[in-house]
C-alpha cells in the first residue's frame, strides 16, 4: 500500500495521474508532461517532495558523527549552510547521495532519498552509537514542497519577508512563507534556480494554495515526477539506482570530489575508496544526444556504431524539450573507439557524445 503523502487530495483535486514511487503515492503529471517541464524552464513549477527523508542529526559530537558517517568533512560547514555528500558501504559502494544542512552549531539535517531513507536513518544511527548525537528520523512529520525555475523568487518574495536574494545556493534560513514557519532552502534538482521549503505536515496544504495563488500571474504550474526526472537528466543531475548504486563508487560516478580524504579520524568505506581513488574507472558516466527521434532508456546498450560491439549502457534517458531531441546519461568504458550509438529493441540507433551537463540556465 502506497503511503499518501500531506498533499494527497490536493494532487486529486487537480487530476493529477498518482503512481507508486518508492513506496510513496506521488503525482506523475498534472497534464502535458512537455508543459510542465517547459513551465520550470520558463517560468515556473511547483513540486511535492514530501517523499524525501528528514534525518536530523543533534548533540555535541553531532558533526564528528557525521564526519565518521559520511564521505564529506561536515563539521567544517557553517550553520545555514547545505553541502552534497554521500553514505557510503564499508566497501566504498555508495548507499545513497545526501544534501546535509547545518541548521546550528549542534543540529544537521540530513535528506535522503525516500527509496533509501529508512536505510540512511538505519546506517546513521548505528554509527553515531559512538558519540554523544543523536539521530532523529523526523520525515513522517515534515513535508517538502519546491519552488523551481527563473520566476520562483518573485512569486516567493511575495509571500515572505525573508532575505531570498541574500540566500546564496545551498544555503538555507528560517522563515516565514504565508504565514507558515519554514526552513527556506536554496538546492534544486532541475537545473534552474528556485526554492525548497520543509515545513510542518499540517502546513502542506495550505502553503501550496498560497504558492498557487501568488503564482497565477507568472504561469506558474504544478509539476509531477515526469518533468522532474527530464529537468534533472538536462541539468546532468544523477538519481540513485540509475547512475549511483551500492554497486557503484563515487568514483565510478565521477563524483570523486565530495570524498574528502583530508579530513580527521576515519569514516566508514575509507580504506576501500583509498584503494580505488587514483585508479581511473573503467567506465565514464557520459551525455548521449540522439540523431534520431527515438528515445533511449535505462538499461538500453551502447555499442559501437561499426561493429555492434557493446561498451556501455543508458542509465537514464528521455525526450528533450530544451534540446528538441532525445538525451540519455550512459556508462560508456573508457577506452571505447569510434561513433556510438544505441541499440534500442535491436536497431542501433546513432548517438551525438557531449559533455554533461546538457542544459545550463542563462544567468
Given at each position: 500500500m502506497s503511503r499518501p503523502t500531506p498533499l494527497r487530495e490536493v494532487h486529486e483535486s487537480l487530476g493529477a495521474t498518482l503512481t507508486d514511487f518508492a513506496g510513496w503515492l506521488m503525482p506523475l503529471r498534472y497534464g502535458s508532461e512537455a508543459a510542465e517541464h517547459n513551465a520550470v524552464r520558463g517560468a515556473a513549477g511547483l513540486f511535492d517532495l514530501s517523499h524525501m527523508g528528514e534525518i536530523h542529526v543533534t548533540g555535541p559530537q553531532a558533526a564528528d558523527a557525521l564526519d565518521h558517517a559520511l564521505v564529506g568533512h561536515l563539521s567544517t560547514l557553517d550553520a545555514g549552510r547545505a553541502r552534497y555528500t554521500m553514505?557510503?558501504?564499508?566497501?566504498?559502494?555508495?548507499?545513497?547521495?545526501?544534501?546535509?544542512?547545518?541548521?546550528?552549531?549542534?543540529?544537521?539535517?540530513?535528506?535522503?532519498?525516500?527509496s533509501n531513507a529508512p536505510r540512511v536513518a538505519a546506517e546513521l544511527t548505528a554509527r553515531a552509537r559512538p558519540y554523544d548525537a543523536v539521530v532523529d528520523d523526523r520525515s513522517d512529520s515534515i513535508a517538502l514542497i519546491a519552488i523551481q525555475g527563473p520566476r520562483a523568487q518573485e512569486i516567493l518574495a511575495s509571500l515572505t519577508d525573508a532575505d531570498l536574494p541574500g540566500l546564496k545556493y545551498y544555503a538555507g534560513l528560517p522563515g516565514?512563507?504565508?504565514?507558515?514557519?519554514?526552513?527556506?532552502?536554496?538546492?534544486?534538482?532541475?537545473?534552474?534556480?528556485?526554492?525548497?521549503?520543509?515545513?510542518?505536515?499540517?502546513?502542506?496544504?495550505?502553503?501550496?494554495?498560497?504558492?498557487?495563488k501568488a503564482g497565477e500571474p507568472y504561469a506558474l504550474?504544478?509539476?509531477?515526477?515526469?518533468?522532474?526526472?527530464?529537468l534533472r537528466l538536462e541539468a546532468g543531475m544523477p538519481l540513485y539506482g540509475n547512475e549511483l548504486s551500492d554497486a557503484l563508487t563515487p568514483f565510478d560516478a565521477g563524483l570523486g570530489r565530495v570524498v574528502k580524504f583530508d579530513k580527521p579520524g576515519d569514516f566508514v568505506g575509507r580504506a576501500a575508496l583509498e584503494r580505488v581513488r587514483d585508479t581511473p574507472p573503467s567506465r565514464r558516466l557520459t551525455g548521449l544526444v540522439m540523431v534520431g527521434r527515438r528515445v533511449p532508456r535505462h538499461g538500453h546498450p551502447v555499442v559501437l556504431r561499426e561493429d555492434g560491439t557493446v561498451v556501455g549502457e543508458v542509465t537514464s534517458g528521455a525526450p528533450s524539450q530544451s534540446l528538441g531531441r532525445p538525451i540519455a546519461m550512459a556508462y560508456v568504458d573508457t577506452g571505447a573507439q569510434g561513433p556510438l550509438a544505441v541499440d534500442i529493441r535491436g536497431s542501433h540507433e546513432p548517438v551525438d557524445v557531449v559533455d554533461l551537463p546538457f542544459y545550463r540556465r542563462k544567468k
Open positions: 553514505i557510503c558501504a564499508e566497501n566504498g559502494g555508495v548507499l545513497d547521495d545526501l544534501i546535509v544542512y547545518r541548521l546550528a552549531a549542534e543540529t544537521f539535517m540530513v535528506v535522503a532519498n525516500a516565514t512563507v504565508a504565514g507558515f514557519e519554514a526552513l527556506i532552502a536554496r538546492t534544486g534538482y532541475t537545473g534552474e534556480d528556485g526554492f525548497e521549503l520543509f515545513v510542518a505536515g499540517q502546513d502542506a496544504t495550505p502553503l501550496w494554495h498560497a504558492l498557487t504550474r504544478p509539476a509531477g515526477l515526469s518533468a522532474r526526472d527530464t
